[in-house]
């Protein structure tokens, strides 16, 4: 397998997924749990991050389009979906939630949504992997860009790891900051999912 195809995966996942980017936003989503679960969430959400994308490596536009899903209405619903987390995230609608929800011992659990989906394996990623796998010949080509997927995502989790000293180091009131100017920063990118999707299907310049 060219060594030099591998690192130019690998820098290309590293970029769509953004592991470094998302770290704050896994803090904001997981504000308030314990250790503990904070790591079980990330775990989880890596995992089916993982799967989603392997799936979407083998199957690639064949899965959606059997099922009569283009990749840009898939990422014009990604980004609705991204949408309605910003909400949450400007009006602190989650926190509520979880302070509701305190009393029953079930925190809400970000791990598939928005964390797996769409924010790790989101239409980029995906696409991403399909392009990179359909670029590869036999089983070692394929198995190469299957790891080097799951070392982005292991740096991911690592990176994840830490939000107990990030969210320490901000406080209470730094992370409610944060949070709503990542809903923001979320809206933006909700919003830009949404006009590549249209722009694939010819309605916006």
Do not use: W
């Not at 308030?32 to 989880?44: D, F, L, N």
């Not at 995906?126 to 990179?132: G, K, P, V």
């Not at 006009?195 to 309605?203: K, M, N």
Request: charged share 15%.
């Amino acid at each position: 397998m060219d060594v030099n195809f591998l690192i130019t995966a690998f820098f290309t996942l590293f970029v769509i997924i953004d592991p470094i980017g998302l770290t704050p936003l896994f803090v904001a989503l997981t504000q308030g749990m314990s250790p503990q679960k904070r790591r079980a969430i990330g775990i989880r959400a890596c995992f089916i991050a993982a799967c989603i994308l392997t799936a979407f490596s083998i199957f690639g536009e064949a899965l959606l389009g059997f099922i009569g899903i283009s990749m840009h209405a898939f990422r014009i619903a990604g980004g609705i979906l991204l949408f309605l987390t910003a909400l949450d995230m400007l009006f602190q609608r989650r926190t509520k939630r979880r302070e509701d929800q305190a009393e029953e011992d079930e925190g809400h659990d970000p791990s598939v949504f928005p964390i797996a989906i769409p924010l790790i394996a989101g239409p980029g990623a995906i696409a991403t992997m399909i392009l990179l796998t359909g670029q590869t010949d036999g089983v070692l080509g394929y198995l190469s860009v299957l790891g080097v997927m799951l070392a982005v995502l292991a740096i991911m989790l690592a990176l994840f790891f830490t939000g107990g000293v990030i969210e320490k180091a901000l406080g209470r009131t730094g992370i409610n900051v944060v949070s709503r100017l990542l809903g923001m920063l979320l809206a933006a990118l909700s919003v830009q999912f949404v006009l590549d999707g249209l722009r694939g299907f010819g309605f916006a310049g």
